[in-house]
């Protein structure tokens, strides 16, 4: 149930960063949330429905919109002593896919990734194109990508190959990463499985930025899209933001390569309406544009409101 609950407000929390400003929920997982929180010892005596689950987040009854609390959010993660400086990446000579190839080794065997990774999974690093004009960035590998040791292989990343294909090209054609090297861990009983994703933090995006430099130093992409909030802060700088809609569907800079901060393709996921869709479309437009891609009429009027 613990592990539930902070999925749930990891979830949250993903999305206010989004700026969405509220979700519906059905009476009965309303009903679920607060018998969860009458049993905890740490509910003051406030009622449950005049507490928000997510500062600046309301969690909203279709029939009776109210606030309504929730578990409480996880706290600050403390600095994790397993984990060194970020490392100095230095790249051997050779041509791209010798050095690829001895970077792929390099994060393989990272003792630090590796520590971070529970028994029977991956540490993932990017694959694709070596010659990619596009190079798109995700925050960390979720619980299909550690099994495939892949990035993008679970629902969104399905939705993001159709992205891809949608911007008149193959997935084998971009190249795909994410910062993380590594799923970060949400505490589970003893030999447990992990239920919910947890971002990110500093400390641990830190650690890992200079593989991903690596990896943009090796393809040399002409551009860089950014997945999501968490992975626009790890680019951007934390506190450079409160909102991802103050930064997305802007041209930005990271490792001196242009940078489009756009949604993260669970976004869609969440809110499968062409008004989210055009959101999402309207940035890979101007990614295209930059990019010297055709756009076809048809392509500028995806998802446009009929």
Known sequence: ?????????????????????SVSVSEESLDALRRVI?????????????????????VQSPAAPKLVAAAAAPGVVKADASIPPPPVIVLPSGD????????????????????????GKQVVFGVG?????????????????????????????????RMIAGMGLQRSEVY??????????????????????????????????????????????ALLVALGATAAQGLLGFGKFRALGEVRGQWHEFAGKPLMVTYHPSYILRNPTNRSKRLI??????????AGRPISSKQRDYFLEK
């Open 1 to 21: 149930m613990q592990a539930s609950l902070i999925a749930l407000a990891t979830e949250l929390k993903r999305l206010k960063a989004a700026g969405v400003k």
């Open 38 to 58: 009458a049993t905890r010892n740490s509910v003051s005596t406030k009622s449950a429905t005049d507490r928000p689950v997510v500062p600046g987040l309301m």
């Open 96 to 119: 791209k896919a010798a050095r690829w190839a001895a970077l792929r080794e390099r994060v393989l065997t990272d003792a630090t990734c590796r520590a971070h990774v529970r028994t």
């Open 129 to 161: 194109h070596l010659d990619a004009q596009i190079m798109f960035v995700g925050e960390a590998p979720g619980a299909e990508e550690e099994v495939q040791g892949e990035p993008f292989v679970g629902p969104a990343g399905q939705l993001l190959t």
């Open 176 to 221: 795909i990463g994410n910062i993380m090297n590594w799923r970060p861990e949400i505490p589970t009983a003893s030999g447990g499985a992990q239920y919910g994703n947890r971002p990110p933090t500093e400390q641990e995006m830190s650690y890992c930025l200079p593989f991903l430099r690596a990896q943009i130093e090796v393809v040399a992409p």
């Open 281 to 290: 479309w309207e940035d890979l437009l101007k990614v295209m544009e930059r």
